[in-house]
């Protein structure tokens, strides 16, 4: 049963020749960190001193093309680098060297609650992150049922969303992501906290994008929902792109790697 829908998604989601959706070349990113040796009033005085710069390097040299209307799924150790290399993508971070190509408007669904205010409303939290994937308001004001509806939030949406649950604000980034348009779909992982139903429904939603021939990236720590979406997987291992292929092959690689130890 599960083989048959991953060959169904398979069949729907294989572009071989379409256009270029997203090119990395060499891609790497550098994060720096600053330890400060005092957290105290000495450390502030002592701060004119050179401080220790650790540098972390989270994506190393990373080269992949993934082309329009592909699912890609992302796995890979915890701090591999997945996360990161969706947020070179969503362009919350700046490459430190190599090339990076995105074509397309992207709706980034990364962390819970990311590009949400806590003190807005659900509301207007919806149209504050509709204008900054790039609606227009009225264009917002059109979807808005549509978005509330999907989100199945009617009696919380004029709720601040600090007070909403994981799921809910799961609910309402998805539904505003799944609403604005996007050519590219970036999905961090954060399926995981909706409950079974939604899910289910977040699933037939992404299987509507791939039929619409939309580019969808996928990252998860669940393999069985990477073979059932994606029809190709990147590995990442400590920021190096290990495999790139075939989903079921890429996840059966990784997991005996896992059990090798
Ligand atoms: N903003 C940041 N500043 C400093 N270091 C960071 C930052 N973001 C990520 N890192 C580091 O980069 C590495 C890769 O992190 P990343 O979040 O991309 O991993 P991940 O594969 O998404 O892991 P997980 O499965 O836990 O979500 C980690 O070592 C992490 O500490
Ligand atoms: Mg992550």
Known sequence: MAAATSKQLFEATGATDA???????????????????????????????????????????????????????????????????????????????????????????????????????GLENIYFNGVILGLTRKQIAERLDAIVQFAELEGYIDAPIRTYSSGMLMRLGFAVAAHVDADILLVDEVLAVGDARFQQKCYDKIRQFQREGRTILFVSHDMEAITQVAARALWLDKGVLRADGDAQAVVQEYLHSVQAG
């Open 19 to 121: 256009p270029v959706a997203i090119r990395a070349e060499n891609l790497t990113k550098e994060f720096k960190l600053a330890h400060h040796a005092y957290a105290s009033l000495k450390g502030l005085l002592l701060s004119f001193l050179p401080r220790r710069i650790e540098r972390m390097v989270a994506l190393q040299q990373v080269s992949f093309t993934i082309r329009r209307g592909e699912t890609v799924g992302v796995i890979g150790q915890n701090g591999s680098g997945k996360s990161t290399l969706l947020g070179l993508i969503a362009r919350v971070y700046r490459p430190t060297a190599g090339m990076l190509e995105v074509n397309g408007r992207v709706a980034p669904l990364l962390e819970l609650g990311a590009g949400f205010h806590p003190d807005l409303t």
